[in-house]
């Protein structure tokens, strides 16, 4: 299970990490990565995938194969390849993480946001309409990333690198309340007008 636990963004700082150029892509049937090094490096490199691999993942087997490919000038996260019939397990939602309930508080563009998430949670199963996961086989295709989330996503250091529902105040899905009087979008009075509503 390695699509939509932060798996491509893991890859990519790993990567980073030793030096080498290549890709990593999201296929119907897994994650494929391509990098150019010696063999022992990439030996180490394997073994630094299993063990440390983002938490919600599984990785059933990893399989290497020599190719004599190169190019490569940066790493980069390649378009997704639809490869066979045969296709990966779909991570469930997330709980909202320790990080993000920080930025409840904190990130002024995150006060109070409900569908704040990163790559570490958030919404996997419940918005993706199909395989590979990537935000237009999502419900999210139709909210458009602001230039702070765009940044975040674009990011390798950020949480948010390549993190699929990224949103915010400004760009993403929001709550609104609406009864006979009156007509309610902040998520507080929302909560308290609801809450008092059920009591
Ligand atoms: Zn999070
Ligand atoms: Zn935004």
């Given at each position: 299970m390695v699509q939509g636990v932060g798996f491509r963004p893991f890859i990519c700082r790993l990567a980073a990490k030793y030096g080498f150029v290549g890709e990593v892509d999201n296929r119907t049937d897994g994650v494929s990565v391509i990098v150019q090094g010696d063999l022992k490096t990439i030996d180490r490199f394997s073994n630094d995938i299993l063990q440390n691999a983002p938490p919600a993942s599984q990785i059933k087997s990893i399989e290497i194969k020599l190719t004599y490919f190169t190019g490569y000038d940066s790493f980069m996260i390649a378009g997704s390849k639809t490869i066979d019939k045969q296709v990966t397990e779909i991570s469930p939602d997330i709980a909202v993480c320790q990080e993000c309930l920080g930025d409840l508080e904190n990130d002024p563009e995150r006060i109070?946001?409900?569908f704040i998430n990163c790559t570490n949670c958030g919404p996997r199963f419940t918005i993706?309409?199909?395989?590979?996961?990537?935000r237009p086989k999502t419900?999210?295709?139709s909210f458009r990333m602001c230039g702070k989330c765009n940044t975040e996503y674009n990011?390798?250091?950020?949480?948010?690198?390549?993190?699929?529902p990224i949103a915010c105040n400004s760009c993403g899905p929001v709550y609104s309340y609406k009864d006979s009087v009156k007509s309610l979008s902040s998520i507080k009075q929302i909560l308290e007008e609801v809450s008092r509503r059920i009591a």
């Open positions: 109070d946001y409900p993706i309409e199909g395989l590979p996961y990537d419900a999210m295709k990011d390798i250091l950020n949480r948010r690198f390549h993190a699929q």
